[in-house]
């Protein structure tokens, strides 16, 4: 999917931290503006550095006069320094589920024998690095992570934990081992078929709104606990059969962030997966960075209603489909799917988990009022 390819694209953005008050030379860094500081970057200030008296008022005034401003470079929050220095006060070990192993990672098209589970190779997902096993428990899914930073696990771990115990079960458990040159994180997913499955399949129109019910559940459940997905696609999120109900699952979070960790990031233009939209002029720079899973909402429920990616015209300062619905979705799915496409594209100062919220509870109210779907709520 050549769209989908070209959001992962990253552009030169600058990153500016917003002002604030000049502090205490004593006062620690966040891990951003440490790796900032020390490759020379100038997206943060730093108030209390002081030149050598040898270079003297003279030499500095010189600079002044003679150098240009130097611009500052990008600090990309999905880069592995960040997220290695932002793991690094982190004890993994004490996450259950996480464990050191010895030696180079093994072969992943092979079967594994992992803390004395035999897993059955049975596929690889695309072009991904990611292999369906099958044990004796059900099927693996595990993704490689050439990195010795275990980001996919963290985010994964940290969901489930900031959830209340009566959500924990919408997203699958999570285990990772950590070997000296990369990572393997494994999900348990229950019985379920991948979203770009279902539209390989073919979709009728129909059954859309009790899946974008859940995708919006899932994506709204991460706000709340302060996670950005940040690159929400097909071939990722998986509709799965628990024993509560089905859920949409996630399952890579390689261009995820983790807002209570990293609070430096508070605009979406820091956002390499969020370049197309702003380009688009479909986000402003300076909107939040929750905002770039909204537009993925919108990419994912255009593909499983018309099968093609979102085409869009601004009319009356509002962003809409250019579609014309009428011929192309009959009552009630018509005007239920204007007003969808409306509200998730044209937030304007709501939180997403208000947002997000009225259009589960639109689409819900459509639902319960007859509509037939093969899922259930």
């Known amino acids: 999917m050549e769209d989908r390819e070209a959001l992962n694209k990253t552009a030169s953005v600058i990153f500016k931290e917003p002002n604030s008050d000049v502090v205490a030379e004593t006062k ?13 970057y100038t997206s943060f200030a730093c108030p209390n550095s002081v030149e050598p008296e040898s270079q003297g008022k003279a030499q500095a005034s010189s600079i002044t006069e003679s ?8 600090v990309n929050p999905y880069s592995l320094s960040v997220r290695k220095a932002l793991l690094e006060n982190t004890d993994l070990s004490a996450f259950a589920n996480f464990s050191r192993k010895s030696g180079p990672l ?26 369906v096993y099958c044990s004796s428990g059900g099927n693996v899914l595990v993704k490689v992570d050439e990195s010795t930073v275990p980001w996919d696990f963290y985010i994964s771990s940290q969901l489930r934990a900031r959830l ?34 279902l539209l390989d399949e073919g979709l009728d129109p129909r059954d859309v709104p009790l899946l974008a019910v859940q ?30 109900d089905s859920v949409v699952i996630g399952t890579d ?12 990031v508070k605009m979406v233009q820091a956002l390499p997966s969020a370049q197309e939209y702003i380009r688009q002029g479909l986000i402003l720079p300076t909107a939040s960075p929750y905002q770039v899973d909204l537009c993925g909402i919108a990419e994912i429920v255009h593909l499983l209603l018309f099968g093609s990616s979102l085409n ?7 962003w809409r489909l250019a579609e014309d619905f009428g011929s192309k979705l009959s009552e009630p799915l018509g005007p239920m799917w204007q007003d969808f496409f409306h509200n998730i594209l044209n937030p304007e100062d709501k939180s997403t988990e208000c947002v997000l919220s009225n259009l589960i509870n639109n689409l819900k109210n459509v639902l319960y009022d007859g509509l037939e779907c093969p899922f259930s709520l």
């Open 28 to 40: 620690k860094l966040s891990p951003i503006q440490e790796i900032s500081h020390e490759w020379g």
């Open 67 to 74: 150098a240009p401003a130097r611009e500052a470079e990008p």
């Open 106 to 131: 093994p072969e992943a098209n092979d079967d594994l024998h992992l803390d004395g589970e035999m897993l059955f190779f049975l596929r690889k997902m695309g072009d991904q690095d990611k292999y």
């Open 164 to 197: 209340p115990s009566n959500l924990q079960h919408c997203h699958a458990v999570s285990t990772c081992y950590l070997y000296e040159n990369g990572s393997f994180t494994l999900w348990r997913i229950p019985q379920g078929e991948t979203i770009q499955d």
């Open 215 to 244: 995708l919006l559940e899932m994506v709204k459940q991460m706000h709340s606990c302060q996670l950005v997905h940040g690159d929400l696609r097909p071939d990722t999120l998986m509709l799965c059969n628990s024993c509560e």
């Open 253 to 264: 979070f390689h261009s995820s962030l983790d807002l209570e960790l990293q609070p430096e």
């Open 312 to 318: 869009l015209v601004k009319k009356d300062s509002c």
